[in-house]
């Protein structure tokens, strides 16, 4: 039997999200703080004859395994890459909901490009550039094959490290409504905002909190008018004790809240299961490293 690697892939959050311009290609140019939580898809890998994709999961239905899937093309890429010529059989089990603001496609391509290259890679010579992977893939699989928190900027492709956040705690809640990035961006109306000064480098969650809230998520108003119930959820995760601040992750319609705590935070995901019980919502630490 051939060996399997299995390997995780978890959710993201953008703290910030700034859109500083269109570039002549259409691609929009970003700078955006970056965490990851304890939310993430599983991935096992084996090598075959041909690239197969079998998704599995709670948050299964409605994912197609074509061509067009991020796994695939993310495999496709790597075997033309290397030069290869062997499959891969790639199971997903899928926890992050679709859709949903949070890089769940993102990080299940890059982690499929971690998988590639333990399979069939060779030596460095081998590493694919993230200016690759932010053009044919997107601009966040560059930063969660990165798997740590940063400041991202151009199309994604530009990563700088953030080395010093204070421990910290979200509550994460999606409608239940899919939201395209690709819908969002195409409304998006094109007031471009000014990138962010620095990268936050400290351990005090105050400072850290007031740093966030003095940025913002530029796609907040354009995400809003296609889907209002964000709105909703904004003003469900703001009015609960403890939350420091609320903001729209990525394209939407996933939120979070910010706190200082675990247990404000466990006590918030019971409080807005309990209110909302149609909504996907779940408690995480805000995850600076690579999650286990």
Not at 244 to 268: H, N, Q, Y
Request: net charge negative; with cysteine; proline share 4%.
């Amino acid at each position: 039997m051939t060996a399997a690697l299995t390997l995780a892939a978890a959710a993201k959050i953008n703290l910030t999200l700034h859109i500083t311009g269109r570039r002549d290609d259409g691609y929009h140019n970003l700078d955006s703080l970056i965490g990851f939580t304890d939310v993430a898809d599983v991935l096992t890998f084996r090598a075959a004859d041909t690239t197969t994709l079998r998704v599995t999961g709670a948050e299964a239905a409605g994912i197609d395994a074509a061509d067009d899937n991020l796994v695939v093309r993310a495999a496709r890429l790597m075997q033309t890459h290397l030069g290869v010529s062997a499959g891969m059989d790639i199971e997903l089990e899928k926890n992050i909901p679709v859709a949903a603001g949070l890089g769940g496609g993102s990080a299940d391509a890059a982690a499929t490009v971690a998988g590639c290259m333990a399979l069939w890679g060779s030596s460095t010579s081998d590493l694919i550039s993230d200016q690759t992977l932010a053009s044919d893939l997107g601009a966040d699989v560059p930063v969660c094959r990165y798997g740590r928190a940063a400041r991202i900027s151009g199309i994604g492709e530009t990563i700088t490290p953030t080395p010093n956040w204070p421990t910290a705690w979200l509550v994460l809640a999606n409608p239940r409504i899919p939201l395209s990035t690709a819908d969002v961006f195409r409304a998006f109306d094109g007031k471009f905002a000014a990138a962010g000064d620095t990268t936050f480098d400290g351990a005090d969650y105050s400072s850290f909190t007031a740093y966030i809230a003095e940025r913002e998520n530029c796609l907040t108003s354009t995400a809003l008018a296609i889907a209002p119930i964000i709105g909703d959820v904004l003003d469900g995760l703001g009015a609960l004790s403890g939350c420091s601040l609320a903001r729209m992750s990525g394209s939407g319609p996933t939120c979070f809240g910010l706190f200082g705590t675990k247990e404000e935070a466990d006590v918030g995901q019971q409080d807005l299961s309990q209110t909302h019980p149609d909504w996907w919502v779940r408690a995480s630490p805000l995850v600076i490293g690579s999650p286990s």
